[in-house]
C-alpha cells in the first residue's frame, strides 16, 4: 500500500516545508507547539473583533492572512480559482461551529495535534485516537450514501468575500483600531513576528493549495479506499516538525502526559473533542486548514464553514464551553456529548435524504 511515487514524494515534502516552518515560529515566539493551529488562531481573531472577550486569546494571527493570500494566489496561478457553494449551507455553518467547539475541548486543530505530538506531547496521541474514531464513524454514513448535497456556480463576487476579509484582517493588524483587541498577556500576546508569520502563512497557504493535504483527506482514504497519498503529507509534516524540534529547541521536547504548553490531560474529552473535529471533518469534506483553503480558492460552503468556525470560538468562550491548562469545564463537557448526538442526528437525516433524492431521480 505505501509505495513511494513521484506524487507521494512531492506531497511528502510539502508536508516537510510545514512542519519545519510550524516548529521555527514557536522557536521565534508562536505559543509553545502551535507553530500552526487553524482553529486556534481563527479563535484568536474572533477575540480581537470583540466577537468573545477571552483576553489572553485576542490577536490577528498573520498566519491566517497568509494562508488566505498564499492559497488565493496558487489558485489563480493554477486556474484553480472557481465560484462555487450552495450545498446545505446552513448546516456547513453549524458544522463548522461544532468543529470549532471540538477543537477547543481538545485545544487545538488536526495541524496543531501534528506539531503537538511531533514535541513530545502524548496527549495528542489520546486526540489522535479520537479524531480517527470520528473520521471511522463519518466514514460508515459516506458508505450508506451521506451527502450535503451538490453545489453550483456562484457569483464571483460570494467568491472574494474571504479573500476581502483577509485583506480587511490584515489592515487591522497594521493600523491597529481601537475597537480591535490585542492581548497583552497568555497565549494571544505570544506570537512570532509580523512578517515572519505572514510570510510563513503565504508559503504554506501555496503549498497547501497546490497538494490539498487535509488530515481528515488522508485519514479517511487510508481507512475508506486504501490511498496512503495525502498521509504522506501527514508524516512528512511529524518528522520534519520532529527534526527540527529536537534541532532548534531541544530543551522545549517533552515526552508525556504532564506540563505540556496550552494542553490538559483529562484524556476522555482529548479523545471526544478530536472525535467531533474527525468526524465533521468527513461531514463537511475537509478539516478546518482545508475549509480556510478552499474558501481562499472560491468555495462559499468553505466560507460559511470558516465563519462558523469564528462563531463557534464565540461561543465557546461567552459560554465557558473552551478547555484550558486545568481542564474542561463543565459547560464544554455537556456541550461536547450534545454535539456528538446532534452531529449524528444531522448524518442520519442527510443520509436518508440523499438516499430519498436518487430514488426519486
Known sequence: MFTLKKENMKIFIGGAIIGILGALLVKFGNPGNMGFCIACFWRDISGALGFHRAEVVQYIRPEIIGLIFGAFISSLAFGDFRSRGG????????MGVFMMIGALIFLGCPLRMILRLANGDLNAL???????????VGIQFLKKGYSLGRASTRSKTEALVVIVFGALLLLFLV??????????EGPGSSHAPMILSIAA???VGFILQRTRICSGAAFRDLILIKDPHYFYGILGIFLAALVTNLI???AGFNLGFEGQPIAHNNHVFNFLGMFIV????????GCPIRQTILAAEGDTDAGLTVFGLIVGAAVSHNFKLAASGEGV?????IATIIIIVLLLIIAFAMTKFAAEERRNR
Open 126 to 136: 489520546v486526540g489522535l485516537i479520537g479524531f480517527i474514531g470520528g473520521i471511522f
Open 329 to 333: 469545564p463543565a459547560n464544554g463537557q
Open 175 to 184: 493600523i491597529r483600531p481601537a475597537f480591535v483587541f490585542f492581548s497583552t
Open 278 to 285: 474527525g468526524l465533521t471533518a468527513v461531514l463537511l469534506g
Open 201 to 203: 502563512g503565504l508559503i
Open 248 to 250: 532548534a529547541n531541544p
Open 87 to 94: 450545498s446545505s449551507p446552513i448546516l456547513r455553518f453549524l
